[in-house]
């Protein structure tokens, strides 16, 4: 049972869209700024968005469509006190472009704050990120961009020789393209270590109809270790007012979560925060913004991976290190200005996994001491949110024990490459 709450009247509200830890991080950190619940509006109900203090929860029905969620923001929309400001936040991919499509309807009645369709169809391809970055300046993996609508031209490079020795990475340039596919062995990202595994997927590929296009990178050595984590938010004025950045501890290692961070410590790195800013200036962002980097150990190159058009599922990192997210798209939407920019560096370790399991996993010594030492003082767990109840206290418990076991299985041991 949910343990009782007296929530503030900030003087507006807040509805996410979409469930889970996603969801979860954003409604903590307007709890905590403002006291506040938000109204969570989801299709299939999740547990941890049951029973959180932090908001309450509007469940649609698993066969909900698209037009359904709308008619339900907007009946949302009509309850509220005449000119009472409300936000509405997701932080899914798939959701963020169904707020651009009803963007005409929706804005009519919630606040905004994030980018228009033109801009986020170029920033969810890979490769045109690829391209911006090298525009900037800004290092990215070396890539060779493979477009499956084109399959059948003569010079279609789809089955050249890559310029790398194996192992490679292989992935989509966008993944609300390759949603839509479907053959054996599908993965969000793949690890080939042979011509005949590359070849052999370019088959797959063509054989499930995919005519998106499909990256080819070079494998940059490194545990999960050498990747970095930025957010950012950037005003609908155009000024970047919160940078932060961390490196990553441990990721997920599941097929259907590969890459996906759950161990992350903050601090101060300002090249990377230096650079995702100079990219949101010369993109004309608008909202907030998750950027993947991996440092290459072999020369301390920082290689841009992409950007996703929302806060990031472990955004708690950033409010945890002391700096609420909430308060800077309020400032930017309801209030109608801009706050002093904020870049964090305070050290904080983030993580929804155990301590123990993390540390098994890190192989340099100074940092397996330093992340010992932070996790008696600094250590942050969204599930043990102080004002949360007895509820999610036993879920962080029993989830760190479902990892223990998934690491087992899929991951037993870290690897030079994170594969």
């Not at 995702?276 to 072999?298: M, Q, S």
Request: net charge neutral; charged share 25%; proline share 5%.
């Amino acid at each position: 049972m949910r343990p009782p709450s007296s929530p503030a009247d900030p003087g507006f509200d807040v509805v996410v869209l979409g469930a889970g830890l996603n969801s979860l991080n954003l409604t903590i950190a307007f709890h905590q700024q403002y006291g506040m619940r938000c109204t969570t509006v989801v299709r299939v109900p999740v547990a941890m968005n049951q029973h959180t203090v932090t908001s309450d929860q509007l469940v649609l029905g698993a066969d909900a469509t698209d037009e359904q969620m709308r008619d339900a923001l907007l009946e949302l929309a009509a309850r509220r006190p005449a000119g009472r400001p409300a936000l509405l936040l997701t932080n899914a991919d798939s959701l963020i472009e169904f707020i651009d499509r009803f963007r005409e309807e929706l804005e009519q009645h919630y606040l905004l704050a994030q980018v228009d369709g033109a801009l986020l169809s170029r920033l969810a391809d890979k490769a045109e990120f690829a391209q911006i970055c090298e525009q900037l300046g800004i290092g990215t993996v070396p890539t060779v961009i493979v477009d499956f609508s084109r399959a059948e031209e003569t010079d279609w490079n789809g089955e050249q020789e890559l310029p790398w020795s194996y192992p490679v990475v292989g992935k989509a340039a966008n993944t609300a393209e390759y949603h839509h596919v479907d053959f054996p062995g599908k993965r969000k990202v793949f690890f080939l270590e042979s011509r005949e595994e590359h070849l052999d997927l370019v088959r797959r590929l063509r054989g499930s109809g995919f005519t998106g296009r499909f990256l080819f990178q070079e494998l940059i050595p490194g545990d999960d270790t050498a990747e970095r984590s930025i957010t950012a938010y950037r005003s609908s004025r155009g000024k970047v007012t919160l940078l932060c950045a961390a490196q990553v501890l441990l990721g997920e290692h599941t097929p259907e979560a590969l890459g996906r961070p759950a161990a992350m410590v903050t601090g101060d790195f300002p090249s990377l925060t230096a650079a995702a800013e100079r990219f949101l200036d010369a993109v004309d962002y608008v909202g907030f913004a998750n950027f993947d980097v991996k440092v290459d150990p072999r020369t301390g190159a920082e290689c841009f991976f992409e950007i996703n058009p929302r806060i990031g599922r472990n955004n708690y990192y950033v409010t945890a290190a002391g700096e609420s997210v909430a308060r800077h798209v309020v400032a930017d939407r309801v209030l109608d200005q801009d706050i002093a920019q904020v870049v964090v560096a305070r050290e904080v370790l983030y993580s929804i996994l155990p301590v123990s399991l993390v540390l098994r996993y890190l192989r340099d010594p100074a940092l397996r001491t330093r992340i010992r030492r932070l996790a008696r003082t600094g250590l942050r767990n969204p599930f043990r949110y102080r004002p949360e109840g007895l509820w999610m206290r036993a879920y962080s418990v029993v989830s760190g024990l479902n990892f223990v076991r998934k690491y087992r299985a899929v991951y037993p041991r870290p690897t030079d490459t994170g594969f």
